[in-house]
């Protein structure tokens, strides 16, 4: 097993990259942080399942990159203080959309679930995807291709 000194210096290059993807430039360098800090406070008990550990880096990143943005969102504030009123009625519908979606995606089996999660809510390539799944690129893109064809036909089934 590698050192965690080992893992920073090769991986810390690749989970800024991916942080630098989803967050504002000036706050990059403090994510990192906190997430190489989650990292080692849980080397101690990190269990290798197969699966790279530069998957287990990008979930600890995607944690916290979560974290950033719930803690930027406004809490109790008026709904006209977030969105023009103009936008009022379009935030409403992409809102019962996401709902139709997400009821949708409940139904899938767990690996088109975390297929579909993966790909289009956390924007992971297919060979992040091949990792987390412990198989390759190709077979992710199948999987990828198949769970959407379900999703589309759980979708179809609740507008009828």
Not at 20 to 38: E, H, K, P
Not at 65 to 94: F, H, M
Not at 106 to 131: H, K, S
Request: hydrophobic share 45%; aromatic share 8%.
């Amino acid at each position: 097993m590698i050192t965690f000194e080992e893992l920073y210096t090769e991986h810390a290059p690749t989970i800024r990259a991916r942080i630098a993807q989803r967050v504002d430039r000036a706050d990059v360098d403090d994510l990192l942080s906190d997430t190489m800090l989650a990292a080692w406070r849980s080397w101690g008990t990190f269990e290798d399942r197969g699966a790279p550990v530069v998957a287990w880096l990008h979930t600890i990143a995607h944690n916290v990159i979560v974290s950033y943005y719930r803690k930027q969102r406004p809490a109790n504030a008026p709904l006209e203080a977030v969105t023009d009123q103009g936008d009022v009625c379009a935030e409403a519908e992409a809102r019962i959309a996401f709902a139709d979606v997400r009821h949708a995606l409940g139904r899938l089996c767990p690996r088109d679930q975390q297929v579909i999660t993966l790909r289009f809510a956390e924007d992971r390539t297919f060979e992040d995807i091949a990792a987390q799944l412990g198989t390759t690129p190709s077979s992710a893109r199948v999987f990828s291709h198949r769970a959407v064809k379900r999703l589309r036909a759980e979708l179809a089934e609740e507008i009828k």
